[in-house]
């Protein structure tokens, strides 16, 4: 436990001294879903700015209206405003790939990392992160789709109790579980992110074997870390949903832009705090060695005292030595 | 109803006696309170004598008891009398009857056959049912794929006519409305002697059921069992002819009055709930047990069975015409609901009583389905289903909607008994305009649904919704299963006529129209009105011909749609308008304002129109909308802010109700309320990828 809190103290101070990379991050999202909402935007104008009936929703939130305005023609398909809002979340996701070595750098370093080395850093690692992303992927997903299949079939065999709970009440273990598991696969994948960032090592294969073999050795302190800052994030999203809903006025458009956005940014800190947490823990525990020479002094010989050793003559460049004199 | 009472052999007394059939005694009993003393007495006297039986009844006759009603006498005219002895097995699903049905023939006419409902044959692969719910969808089983548990089947073993013999051999499948010769919910009997007018006949069945899991709100599904639509049942003679149609997919019921008398067998674990009042219940040396139940002016009877009911049944709603037994079958997962389900039962009954006419049963079962079965929001004779979760949180109020329509059903349907083949917007249609009505009053008009977390949504709204998305496919006046699709069938039958009927409160009033539904139900009920009926009621109590509206809204698809196009203002004087010296601040300025509205479809409704001016002004003005387009023109020292369609709200059949308003200025506030929304989805969705995914 002194260990785990040491880690997780150890992961916050890294965070709390680089928070000027949650900033970014937040902003670029920020930005990134400014577009992607943008299609909604524009079809809603077009509908509600100079309706009456708009009112209804700045006042409270009335749902047949929203409803209403989203199956009328003039507003078109609702993919075309729906779909940039998940392109633009996946463009935060790849350009987070892209970054995400130098933001790994920068926790590992005790000095503010120069924005040169934070760039070096991601374009050095980019290739190396994609085909850790590939191997996390097909992993992750080769898991999850197993435990969701076996998930789904213990639900529906629960399904079938006239015990109306059970069903859920498996469902809540599963997941559980499947998120237990999701997390601890998480762990090593992030162990294995800051390896080939931080050893700087080119074979990804090896990085992922040497995550593969610390998450094991240490589940315990880091899954106990990781489950830690998850809580968190719950905590954040539920409280923070809370006070939107129960102290922001329906009609404080402001009042309900500021809280969400508080939101967002306070859920990006749980994320690299866990990050911090696992560069935290390659600097203790997965830094290789350096093989240094070992000094081996040589025999001490005694000075002999003898004539003094013939001062040769310089040779200068460009001037022929001096043979004819002897 | 109409040729039967022609049987009675007075059509000089026809209307009263439909108008008070079953009356008497509400009026004689509880006319103070309830208000419908508008029986005359004569007439009474005329429906009793023609309900006596004929001479060559050959003692047979149907019982005028009381048991199961707040009346001394019975309230309807009673064609039937079913006696049915039934044994359920609950681990094969099956249920092995006899019925005893006695029959007065009140047609007038000799009847040589008699068709039956055979309604557990439609869930079979080839039934009309099936097909038809598989190509336009019905609100429960997809069809995707044929399971056995899916199959049903009602069996004829024998069936024997008192005086006549064994007719089994006479019994023929018919297929009145498709010609579907793989489809057996209709038997026809051919007898071997016609039936007098005013003659009695005694039909002895012996059946068999295969009840399928639960579809069309009957059937079991894991040890639940409703027992909905399951012995044989004679069809109706209305205006003329055998009205006995197949089961179809968006088709429900239609049967006559009568008296019920029903022993069920089931285990002696089952907890039973049945329509009318339990009059007996015996444990047998079997390890079951017999409940007989016992109904009176019903059109049909339905059960249920589960070993695992909570039952609550100490509630006491004191009506109109007498106390009204509570009895609610809860799942135990929901128990904690049960006071709800209780407060929702006991306010419908209230605002019915008020509103409409006295609840005249004893009783009132409301059944918690089983879990994911298609047994939930069902309506039978003083017994309805509920639907709801184990998680439903205190401001979504879905239970309260099922149980509340349902309810209603037991006016609209259960005592003003339609024809729900043929009009199943009177009994679904009026109901949910009921439903709008009865909600509203109970938890508020724009919160009836859902009032939690700021979210809000209406029931007339919801119902106005449903409509708009199948405006132009049917019309409200069709047969129900000739709708486009199930969808159009839902869209109209309940979301159309509710917006049709509230729509028509703006028209002719809401305490006219108040009191032309109180009128319709206290003149039909107990009988089989049909929509000229219900059309005309509203016209006499109105005083006014609607048919202009009614042509439109019940008989056609002509779709309403009103816009206020544009609102153009600038100074009478704007000529002199010079650089550098501007109307905005002269509040001499006298300003031309033009507002065009026009209507885009093809209904013509009269509607006002209220413009607004930048000094507060409000001017209302009054558009036929004959034409397809109209201007207002106003000079005053004000320019014109905003104009609106239909000002009062009370035209809840417009397709877009975004465009009956126009203002002048932008106001994105809404836009960025919700733009808000999208930006926090995208947000929490780009971040949720990058915590799992990197």
């Given at each position: 436990?002194?260990e785990?809190?040491?880690l997780l103290?150890?992961?916050?101070s890294?965070v709390?001294?680089?928070?000027r990379?949650?900033?970014?991050f937040?902003?670029?999202n920020l ?27 700045v006042?409270?939130?009335?749902v047949p ?11 078109g ?5 729906h779909?940039p ?5 996946l463009l935060f ?7 995400l070595?130098?933001v790994?750098q920068g926790?590992a ?9 934070f760039?070096r850093?991601?374009?050095r690692n980019?290739?190396?992160f994609v ?6 992927g097909?992993?992750?997903g080769?898991?999850a789709g197993?435990?969701?299949a076996?998930e789904?079939f213990?639900v529906?065999?629960a399904?079938e ?7 859920f ?11 237990l ?10 162990l294995?992110?800051?390896d080939?960032?931080?050893s700087?090592?080119k074979a990804v294969?090896k990085s992922i074997?040497i995550g ?5 050795r240490?589940l315990?302190?880091l899954l ?5 800052t ?10 923070g949903?809370w006070i939107w809903?129960k102290?922001i006025p329906a009609a404080?458009?402001g009042?309900a832009i500021?809280?969400?956005q508080l939101?967002l ?9 866990q990050r911090g ?16 020479q ?5 025999p001490?010989?005694?000075?002999v005292e003898s004539?003094p050793?013939p ?8 001037t022929p030595?001096d043979?004819?004199?002897? | 109803m109409k040729v039967?009472?022609?049987?009675i052999g007075?059509i000089?007394?026809l209307?009263?006696?439909i108008s008070?059939?079953g009356l008497s ?7 103070a309170?309830?208000g ?6 004569a007439?009474?006297?005329t429906?009793?004598?023609?309900s ?9 006759t149907?019982p ?8 001394t ?9 079913y006696e ?5 097995d609950a681990?094969?699903h099956?249920?092995d009857?006899?019925e005893v ?7 007038g006419?000799?009847?040589?056959h008699f068709?039956f409902?055979l309604?557990?044959n439609a869930f079979q692969?080839?039934?009309t049912w ?9 609100r429960d089983?997809g069809?995707e794929?044929?399971e056995?548990?899916?199959y049903?089947?009602?069996?004829i073993?024998?069936?024997e006519?008192?005086g006549?013999g064994d007719l ?8 009145p409305d498709?010609?579907n010769r793989d489809?057996k919910t209709?038997?026809?009997l051919r ?6 007018p ?7 069945i ?13 059937g ?11 012995f ?7 205006h003329?002819?055998?009205n ?9 019921f ?5 008296v019920?008398d ?8 089952e ?6 009042v339990?009059v007996?219940e015996?444990?047998?040396s079997?390890?079951?047990?017999t409940?007989?139940?016992?109904g ?5 009877f339905?059960w ?7 039952v609550?049944e100490d ?14 079958l809860?799942q ?15 306010g419908s009954?209230?605002?019915f ?7 005249p ?18 309506e039978?004779?003083?017994?309805i289903?509920?639907?709801t979760?184990?998680?439903?949180p205190?401001?979504?109020y879905l239970?309260?909607?099922v149980v509340?329509?349902e309810?209603?059903h ?6 003003v008994a339609?024809?729900?083949f043929e009009?199943a917007?009177?009994?679904e ?10 909600l509203?009053a109970?938890?508020g008009?724009?919160t ?12 007339r709204e ?6 708009v998305?199948?405006a132009?496919l049917d019309?409200?006046?069709q047969?129900?299963y000739e709708?486009?699709s ?5 869209g ?7 917006s049709?009927?509230l ?9 006219t129209?108040d009191k032309?539904m109180?009128?319709?139900?206290m ?6 009105p049909?929509k000229e009926d219900?059309l005309k009621?509203?016209?006499?109590v109105?005083?006014?011909d609607l048919h202009?509206?009614?042509n439109?809204?019940i008989?056609?698809?002509q779709?309403l ?11 009478v ?10 109307h905005k601040?002269?509040k ?10 026009q209507?885009?479809?093809d209904?013509v409704?009269?509607v ?7 000094n507060?002004?409000?001017?209302r003005?009054?558009w036929?909308g004959a ?5 207002f023109?106003?000079?005053?020292k ?7 369609i ?6 809840q059949?417009?397709?877009n109700n975004?465009d009956n308003?126009?203002?002048t200025?932008?106001h994105t506030?809404?836009v960025w309320?919700?733009g808000n929304y999208?930006v926090?989805a995208s ?6 990828l990058?915590?799992?995914g990197v």
């Open positions: 436990m002194v785990q809190q040491g103290g150890s992961g916050w890294r709390a001294r680089n928070k990379y949650i900033v970014w937040y902003i670029l930005a990134l879903a400014w577009f992607g909402a943008g299609a909604f935007n524009t079809q809603a104008h077009s509908i509600l700015d100079h309706s009456l009936q708009s009112k209804s929703l006042h409270g939130f009335d209206v929203l409803i209403e305005m989203f199956s009328r023609p003039e507003f398909p609702t993919g075309a405003s779909g809002v998940l392109h633009f979340a996701f790849v350009l987070t790939v892209l970054f070595p130098g790994l926790y370093s005790t000095y503010r990392l120069p924005r040169e080395d760039f850093a991601c374009g980019l290739w190396r085909r850790l992303l590939f191997v996390a097909i992993v992750m080769v898991v197993v435990l969701f076996i789904g213990l529906k065999k399904g109790s006239t015990n109306e709970l059970l069903s009440e498996v469902g809540v273990v599963c997941l559980v579980v499947i998120f598991k999701m997390t601890t696969l998480r762990i090593w994948f992030d294995a992110q800051a080939v960032v931080l700087d090592r294969r074997g593969f073999r610390h998450m094991w240490s315990g302190r106990g870390s990781y489950v830690i998850t809580m968190v994030a719950a905590v954040i999203l539920v409280l949903i809903m102290l404080s458009v009042g500021f809280i969400a939101i940014l306070l859920l990006l800190i749980p994320r690299f705090w947490i696992a560069v935290s823990y390659y600097l203790e525990h997965m830094v290789e060695p350096i093989a240094i070992p000094f081996v002094p040589g001490v010989v005694a000075p004539a050793a001062v040769s003559t310089p040779v200068i460049p460009g030595p043979t004819q004199g002897e | 039967r009472s022609i049987n007075s000089i007394v209307t009263p006696v008070v059939i005694p509400l009026v004689k009993e509880h006319a309170q309830a419908a003393a508008q029986t005359a007495p007439a009474v006297s429906h009793i004598a023609a006596a039986p004929a001479t060559d009844s050959g003692g047979l149907i005028d008891t009381s048991l199961a009603i707040n009346s006498q019975p309230l309807s005219q009673r064609v039937v009398h049915i002895d039934a044994k359920y681990a094969k099956t249920v009857a006899n049905l006695t029959y007065h023939n009140l047609t006419q000799a009847l040589d068709p409902h309604y557990q692969p080839n039934s099936v097909r038809e719910a598989k190509v336009s969808g019905t089983v069809y794929n044929w056995s548990k899916l049903g089947s009602e069996e073993k024998s069936l006519v008192v006549q089994t051999s006479q019994l023929q499948y018919i297929q498709d010609g489809d209709v038997v026809d007898l071997s002697k016609p039936i007098a005013g003659a009695y006949v005694q039909f002895k012996a059946f068999h059921d295969q009840m399928p899991e639960t579809q069309a709100r009957s079991w599904k894991r040890d639940f069992m409703l027992g909905g639509q399951w044989p049942k004679v069809g109706v003679w209305w003329g002819a055998w006995c149609h197949q089961y179809h997919a968006t088709t429900e239609f049967a006559d009055f009568g019920y029903v022993k069920l067998t089931v285990p002696q674990n907890v039973v709930g049945a329509s009318g339990k007996a015996v444990e047998n079997d390890k079951t047990k409940l007989t139940y016992h009176d002016d019903i059109h049909d339905a249920t069975a589960s070993p695992r009911f909570k609550k509630g006491v709603y004191q009506g109109q015409m007498g106390p009204v037994q509570m009895r609610i809860m135990p997962a929901h128990w904690s609901q049960v006071d709800r389900h209780e407060k929702i039962l006991k009954l209230e605002q009583e008020s509103r409409y006419g006295p609840y049963y004893k009783t009132i079962t409301l059944v918690d389905p089983e879990p994911d079965s298609a047994a939930g929001g069902m039978y004779p003083t017994f289903t509920g639907d979760n184990w998680f439903m205190e401001g979504l239970p309260e909607l509340e329509h309810f209603g037991q006016y609209w349907y259960g005592m339609t024809n729900e009009d917007w009177m009994d249609g009026i109901n949910s305009y009921t439903e709008v009505k009865v509203d109970i938890l008009k724009k009836s649904i859902l009032n939690m977390a700021g979210a809000t949504a209406g029931e919801v119902q106005r919704m449903s409509y998305g199948v132009s019309a409200i006046a047969k129900a709708y486009y199930f969808n159009s069938y839902a109209v039958t309940y979301g159309k006529t509710a049709v009927l729509t028509l409160e703006g028209i002719v009033g809401e305490d129209m032309a109180h009128a319709y139900f003149k039909y009920r107990f009988t089989h049909t219900f009621t509203i016209e006499d109105a005083g006014r202009w509206y009614f439109q809204a008989y056609g698809t779709i749609d009103y816009k206020v196009t544009k609102i153009e203002t600038f100074p004087n704007w000529y002199e308008e010079k650089k550098g010296r501007s601040d002269d001499n300025t006298v300003y031309r304002s033009y507002v065009w509205v209507r885009k479809e209904f409704m009269p006002d129109v209220e413009i607004k001016f930048d507060g002004e409000k001017v003005e009054h036929d034409s397809h387009w109209t201007k023109v106003y000079e005053k004000a320019k014109a802010e905003s104009a609106e239909d000002p009062d709200h009370t035209i059949i417009d397709r975004f308003s126009y203002t200025e932008a506030k809404p309320k919700l999208f926090f947000q929490w969705l780009g971040q949720a990058a915590w799992w």
